[in-house]
């Protein structure tokens, strides 16, 4: 069962992670938005690596 936990945790945060890129893609340069999408991308690509066992991910 916590193998399968993990895998949809794994499907979530590539699925947000997706969204958050095409969000920043999006959103002009002159918004402050674009930082606070930029940081939730890195935490949320972070959280991916620590997920998927990426032994560098911290």
Known sequence: MKELEQEVLIR???KALKELEEAYL???DT???KAYLFRGKERVRLMLKM???D???V
């Open 12 to 14: 979530l945060a590539r």
């Open 51 to 53: 997920l998927e066992g």
């Open 31 to 33: 918004n402050n938005g």
């Open 26 to 28: 999006r959103i002009p």
């Open 55 to 57: 032994g560098d991910a």
